[in-house]
């Protein structure tokens, strides 16, 4: 949303209130009591409402000054527990709920949207929420091919719009603390970076693979067709919709390489100052992906299992810190005694968001820098895919001199959708 939109609502309710100013204002309508009047709240809605978006509506209505009206999923079961789970929070029986994110998208007094589809819709449906002067927070991987996040990216600019990828450890204190040291030159000079990748065992990699034709639920149940979404059509299969077989079929998803790295990566390429650029070489060492950037920092891929982990190696020091709240460096006195906590919450993460649709400054995890990280991650399962070295230009977005390479940077997209 730009800032005249926000000027022209702000006009149009100070003229209603002086037409129609009460004798008595009430402490509510003031945002006495410890919360904000109704016309400083962000009006917002929420598509996708899975787990995770559940959990990420939670943690935007936790916020005073949230107000959310709408929510929108192609499953009615969904639909209707949110909407149940919306009205409890506010007291009454308000929540639309909507089957087709356009219609939900189409409303002008919502400010704002959570987007917490599968990976295949989360381009499309950001780029249709910037055309309709929509903020937004969007899950990540916020793509799934290197096009698409290309294309998500001009939109937020073309379009003014507040975007913040759902990569939530940059709002994490003990993460925070090892960006910070590794960007400081306090570890040396930075030499090479760990990010982890999902234990092999969490998913059985299909990556192409299709299922035989079950019998299709009607659509105010299940709204197969607009599940597809961008992706080929195929006949319903009710296992499409699990979240361990689309995620680890690459018509839907990256696979648990973005997933998981869009947090690990994400969190590498940020300690090396590397928002707007990704490595330049990739191949495959000991079965795994190890990437170089230009300024010479080597970027590896390392199998691991819980807690997800970062680790930043440089000349003079190194520093490890997981999910589990577990935190080491070389030399120990870079901890300084510190204490943080466990966990990945949002609380911090989505609060910058609420600041940053009303500040328009850039939140800590903007689109492009997402875009990067998951690039990376995407470049390497090509890598991984093709099973040989590759040089990439980041600047251009595209392998040198490799054509075969260059055909998996983009998927093919059904219609009616695509990244204009």
């Known amino acids: 949303m ?22 008595v204002i009430t402490s509510h309508a003031l945002g006495l009591q410890g919360r904000p009047a109704p016309s400083g709240r962000i009006a917002m809605g929420a598509i996708g409402l899975g787990g995770r978006g559940r959990h990420d509506l939670s943690a935007l209505m936790a916020n005073d000054d949230v107000q959310m009206l ?34 939900l998208l189409a409303r002008d007094d919502i400010d704002a949207v959570l987007v917490a589809t599968g990976d295949n819709w989360h381009t499309t449906a950001a780029i249709l929420a910037a055309k309709a002067g929509k903020d937004m927070y969007c899950e990540k991987p916020m793509s799934v091919s290197v096009t698409e996040g290309r294309a998500l990216c001009d939109a937020m600019q073309r379009y003014g719009t507040i ?30 970076l760990y990010a982890e990748k999902a234990p092999p065992e969490w998913f059985e990699y299909h990556p192409y693979a299709s299922l035989p034709p079950e019998p299709e639920p009607p659509k105010d149940v299940i709204d197969w067709d607009m599940w597809l979404g961008p992706a080929a059509w195929r006949p319903y299969n009710a296992t499409y919709l699990t979240r361990r077989f689309w995620m680890a079929n690459f018509d839907f998803s990256g696979g648990m390489l973005t997933e998981w790295g869009s947090h690990t990566a994400d969190l590498c390429q940020w300690a090396n100052n590397a928002d707007d650029t990704t490595p330049v070489e990739f191949e495959l060492a000991e079965g795994t992906v190890v990437a170089h950037y230009a300024n010479g920092v080597k970027l590896v891929f390392e199998d691991g299992k819980w807690p997800l982990h970062v680790r930043f190696v440089g000349t003079e ?12 460096a070389e030399p120990k006195s870079l901890l300084a005694d510190r204490k943080f906590g466990k966990g990945y ?14 500040s328009r400054r850039q939140p800590v995890a903007p689109a492009e ?43 093919t997209m059904r219609e009616p959708w695509g990244l204009a």
Do not use: W
Request: overall charge positive; hydrophobic content about 35%; proline content about 3%.
């Open 317 to 328: 020091g190194m520093i490890y810190v997981d999910d589990d709240g577990n935190i080491e």
């Open 70 to 103: 709408a929510v929108c999923d192609v499953k009615r079961d969904a639909r209707s527990a949110v909407k149940r789970m919306v009205d409890a929070k506010y007291g009454n029986a308000d929540c639309q709920t909507y089957l087709d994110l356009r219609e």
């Open 369 to 411: 820098g997402a875009h990067r990280a998951n690039s990376t991650c995407q470049v390497a399962n090509i890598c991984l895919q093709l099973g040989r070295k590759l040089t990439y230009d980041p600047k251009a977005e595209r392998f040198v001199g490799d054509a075969t390479a260059d055909r998996m940077l983009a998927r």
């Open 163 to 192: 975007f913040q990828c759902g990569t939530q450890r940059r709002s994490v204190p003990r993460f925070r603390y090892a960006v910070e040291l590794a960007q400081s030159g306090k570890l040396g000079e930075l030499k090479t």
């Open 2 to 23: 730009s800032n005249s939109r926000i000027t022209r609502r702000g006009f149009l309710r100070g003229a209603g209130a002086a037409l129609a100013a009460p004798y």
């Open 345 to 358: 919450p949002q609380a911090n993460h989505v609060r910058d968001f609420l600041d940053c649709f009303k």
